[in-house]
T-cell receptor, first 114, second 116 residues
Framework: AQSVTQLDSHVSVSEGTPVLLRCNYS??????LFWYVQHPNKGLQLLLK??????LVKGINGFEAEFKKSETSFHLTKPSAHMSDAAEYFC????????????FGTGTRLLVSP | DTAVSQTPKYLVTQMGNDKSIKCEQN?????MYWYKQDSKKFLKIMFS???????INETVPNRFSPKSPDKAHLNLHINSLELGDSAVYFC???????????????FGPGTRLTVL
């Protein structure tokens, strides 16, 4: 079975500084990987996805993630944090074969201070 | 227009009651999902329907019964509610048939269920 581990439950940054949210995955096959964001009391929105094309994936709002097979990682980065980035971020893996089934990580809460 | 909508947004009820949550998507997708998010923010899939046919059924108590009257709707009925059912329930949809890669799932705003 596939799984993801988000290494930090909380990450605090100052506005204007870089963001790094870490994610490691476990998969028997080449996985599809996603990052979703959840703002307070809102649904989930896709930030970006990796589906075996380019290993560096660019998403919305300046976020990007790099798929590193040797490290089984898919870390999310942003060069400069904005106050509006404060939210819960989920790393997600999709199981291969048949219909899509998303397996979520436990989430990382990003806190951005002025 | 809201792509994936859920009603109600909040639901407060007593233990033992039966309740339903409705979900509608206007994206023309063929697959819909129900997820449960617990108090620690952990999200887990419960069910998935493709063209009104059940395709994913995780180990969910049979008190939970999804119903899909058509491709655009997936409702969740819960019998004999228990305290542990308190959570946020999210509906989602995606287009699966004919896809060449894994397509984005679009999520609704969630329904916060509180069982007293």
């Amino acid at each position: 079975a596939q799984s993801v581990t988000q290494l930090d439950s909380h990450v605090s940054v100052s506005e204007g500084t870089p963001v790094l949210l870490r994610c490691n995955y476990s998969s028997s096959y080449s996985p599809s990987l996603f990052w979703y964001v959840q703002h307070p009391n809102k649904g989930l929105q896709l930030l970006l996805k990796y589906t075996s094309a380019a290993t560096l994936v660019k998403g919305i709002n300046g976020f990007e993630a790099e798929f590193k097979k040797s490290e089984t990682s898919f870390h999310l980065t942003k060069p400069s944090a904005h106050m509006s980035d404060a939210a819960e971020y989920f790393c997600v893996v999709s199981e291969k074969g048949g219909f899509q089934k998303l397996v979520f990580g436990t989430g990382t809460r990003l806190l951005v201070s002025p | 227009d809201t792509a994936v909508s859920q009603t109600p947004k909040y639901l407060v009820t007593q233990m033992g009651n039966d309740k339903s949550i409705k979900c509608e998507q206007n994206l023309g997708h063929d697959t819909m999902y129900w997820y449960k998010q617990d108090s620690k923010k952990f999200l887990k899939i419960m069910f998935s329907y493709n063209n009104k046919e059940l395709i994913i059924n995780e180990t969910v108590p049979n008190r939970f019964s999804p119903k899909s009257p058509d491709k655009a709707h997936l409702n969740l009925h819960i019998n004999s509610l228990e305290l542990g059912d308190s959570a946020v329930y999210f509906c989602a949809s995606s287009q699966e048939v004919g896809r060449t890669s894994y397509n984005e799932q679009f999520f609704g705003p969630g329904t916060r269920l509180t069982v007293l």
